[in-house]
């Protein structure tokens, strides 16, 4: 069994910053990739940043420049800076372990003055 922790959501004005943290647990083995995926209301879960195992780095057009997603381990990270109300959605954690995959259980980022 493994489990994806998120935290370091919350509310933030247009233009501040945000750091999300995801910690991996349990039967963990031959990470492929680790990354952000999000769900804004009415809208299907889109791909945020991925990282691989060798540690190339995949970004959505929309966050390019602005977001850096950083691995340690079995913990991976978003660093959100230039925040939009666009941005505005529940950010998941996403393990691939190739055969599988793993979800966290979201955590709600809101950007608005």
């Known amino acids: 069994q493994v489990q994806l922790v998120e935290s370091g959501g919350g509310l933030v004005q247009p233009g501040g910053s945000l750091r999300l943290s995801c910690a991996a647990s349990?039967?963990?083995?031959?990470?492929?990739?680790m990354g952000w995926y999000r769900q804004a209301p009415g809208k299907q879960r889109e791909l945020v940043a991925a990282i691989n195992s060798g540690g190339r780095t995949n970004y959505a057009d929309s966050v390019r420049g602005r977001f850096t997603i950083s691995r340690t381990n079995t913990k991976v990270y978003l660093q959100m800076n230039s925040l939009k109300p666009e941005d505005t959605a529940v950010y998941y954690c996403n393990l691939d372990m190739g055969p599988k995959t793993y979800w966290g259980q979201g955590t709600q980022v809101t950007v608005s003055s």
């Open positions: 349990g039967s963990i083995f031959s990470i492929y990739a």
